[in-house]
Structures are given as structure tokens and as C-alpha cells.
């Protein structure tokens, strides 16, 4: 099946600083892609949708300032966790899919603790 | 709203058959996905029904009745490797996946 990448797959970072995730599908093209988070213990919760090309789309909830994502290319979506914060600290992860409607191929997942 | 219900936890013994059972209520409907997920991993698909009725994958197979809401992931010949959380998801009309909270399968020998 289709393959997605994610990377790091784990960031230990100090409060105040920024971290970036990549999320790259690595054998399709992915118009869309998701990034979810999860607490321990807790299923996913979707966060956004990230558009190739345009803004991604927040869920209620989610500072879209504080959790920047962009989509530059088809296969390639970033989430930037600005000014990070104990509490972001979490299990982030991406998601794709290669057709609508169809099977979402989840990223490895980038576990944050942040200090 | 819409909303996904399935069983907090279930205990199953090694060997043994599970039916882990998911209930929904969502604004459409475009096919019901099953993930297994492992602790401190993502979640790997397991199953994808459109269809009303039985999908067989080896040990696993699912099975969904649109009229009731309702669907039930399968799994037999159980093995310790199945204990996991099993998530169940569905897709609704705006191809937004709605998620379950899961359900932690504990496999005992």
C-alpha cells in the first residue's frame, strides 16, 4: 500500500521554541493531508486539513497561529509547533490519502515532550 | 451530532474469537474504516466498508449494516500480537473521518 513518511519521529525541545514535522507521502501524490493529535490514553483528534496550495483548515479549537501548518507540495505537508509549550506536548500525527474517498495511510507519528 | 460509540475495553483469551462492536451517528455516510493501533504507534488500516454485509481478511473480517448504524470488527484464532487498541472511524458526507475513542483489546494466554 501507500506509503507515508514522517519525520522526526521523536523531539525533545525547550519551552519557547518552535518544532517542525514533515509528513511526505512517498508513492502517491496527496492533495490532501491531515494532522492529528493524541493524548495518552485518548483517540486521534483531527486538528487540520492541509490543502496542497492553500490554507490548511482548523478544527475548532486549534490556534492556528500556534500550530502552522503548510502544504507546498503534493507530497510534502509541514506542522510547525510555535513558542511550544508543556502542555503541546503530545503525540502528533499525519495522515493521506491517494483518492476520495479511500484509505487514510497514517504517517509513523512524531512524539513531542516539550521542557 | 455525530457520534461514534464502541466499547471502552474488552478481555479476550489467546486463541478465542472477539467481536468488537461500533455503533454511529453522522451527517452522511462514505464507508467505515477499522484501524489496529499499538501503544506509542499510529494506527495501521485494517478494514474499509461501503457495502452492507461481510468483509473477510484472513483473521479479521468486518461487517456493516447501514440501516442500523452499526458495524463489528472480527477477530479470530486470537494472538497475544492482537492486543491493541482497535479504532473505528467513519466517513461522513463532507469525507471528514469521524473517529470512535477505541476500543483496548487485552489478549490473556
Known amino acids: 500500500g501507500a506509503v507515508v513518511s514522517q519525520h522526526p519521529s521523536w523531539v525533545i525541545c525547550k519551552s519557547g521554541t518552535s518544532v517542525k514535522i514533515e509528513c511526505r507521502s512517498l508513492?502517491?501524490?496527496?492533495?490532501?493531508m491531515f494532522w492529528y493529535r493524541q493524548f495518552p490514553k485518548q483517540s486521534l483528534m483531527l486538528m487540520a486539513t492541509s490543502n496542497e496550495g492553500s490554507k490548511a483548515t482548523y478544527e475548532q479549537g486549534v490556534e492556528k497561529d500556534k500550530f502552522l501548518i503548510n502544504h507546498a507540495s503534493l507530497t510534502l505537508s509541514t506542522l510547525t509547533v510555535t513558542s511550544a509549550h508543556p502542555e503541546d506536548s503530545s503525540f502528533y500525527i499525519c495522515s493521506a490519502r491517494d483518492r476520495e474517498p479511500g484509505e487514510l495511510f497514517f504517517g509513523e507519528g512524531s512524539r513531542l515532550t516539550v521542557l | 451530532g455525530q457520534n461514534i460509540d464502541q466499547p471502552t475495553e474488552m478481555t479476550a483469551t489467546e486463541g478465542a474469537i472477539v467481536q468488537i462492536n461500533c455503533t454511529y451517528q453522522t451527517s452522511g455516510f462514505n464507508g467505515l474504516f477499522w484501524y489496529q493501533q499499538h501503544a506509542g504507534e499510529a494506527p495501521t488500516f485494517l478494514s474499509y466498508n461501503v457495502l452492507d454485509g461481510l468483509e473477510e481478511k484472513g483473521r479479521f473480517s468486518s461487517f456493516l449494516s447501514r440501516s442500523k448504524g452499526y458495524s463489528y470488527l472480527l477477530l479470530k484464532e486470537l494472538q497475544m500480537k492482537d492486543s491493541a487498541s482497535y479504532l473505528c472511524a467513519v466517513m461522513d458526507s463532507n469525507y471528514q473521518l469521524i473517529w470512535g475513542a477505541g476500543t483496548k483489546l487485552i489478549i490473556k494466554p
Open positions: 508513492d502517491f501524490q496527496a492533495t490532501t
